[in-house]
């Protein structure tokens, strides 16, 4: 079972930059990893998922252009850059693994993180 936590979080000012950090303890080969956001009141969203490597990887509309997925496989972890952040960007994220190639419905992740927040002010 693959174990996740994330870090990173934090309070920017709109149009400003996070890198969160999902850090995995047992084997994620054969894993693609999954990033997922909440805010307040709010169904759990798809933001982005792709190989943990970065290699590939697939975006929602609301990110595309402004987040990028990478990672150090070496390290066991993978990373969501965040630039030019807005105020709707501000929510709890979450990484996650599946074993599907890439997937954007939570049911196919199997293990998830406890989650960061991130704060963006306008």
């Known amino acids: 079972q693959v174990q996740l936590v994330e870090s990173g979080g934090g309070l920017v000012q709109a149009g400003g930059s996070l890198r969160l950090s999902c850090a995995a303890s047992?084997?994620?080969?054969?894993?693609?990893v999954g990033w997922f956001r909440q805010a307040p009141g709010m169904e759990r969203e798809f933001v982005a998922a792709?190989?943990?490597?970065?290699?590939?990887?697939y975006y929602a509309d609301s990110v595309k252009g402004r987040f990028t997925i990478s990672g150090d496989t070496a390290k066991n972890t993978a990373y969501l850059q965040m630039n030019n952040l807005k105020s709707e960007d501000t929510a709890i994220y979450y990484c996650?693994?599946?074993?599907?190639?890439?997937?954007?419905?939570?049911?196919?992740?199997?293990?998830w993180g406890q989650g960061t927040q991130v704060t963006v002010s306008s």
């Open positions: 792709g190989a943990w490597s970065g290699d590939y990887a």
């Open positions: 047992g084997r994620t080969f054969g894993y693609a």
């Open positions: 996650a693994v599946t074993r599907a190639s890439y997937s954007r419905a939570r049911r196919d992740y199997t293990s």
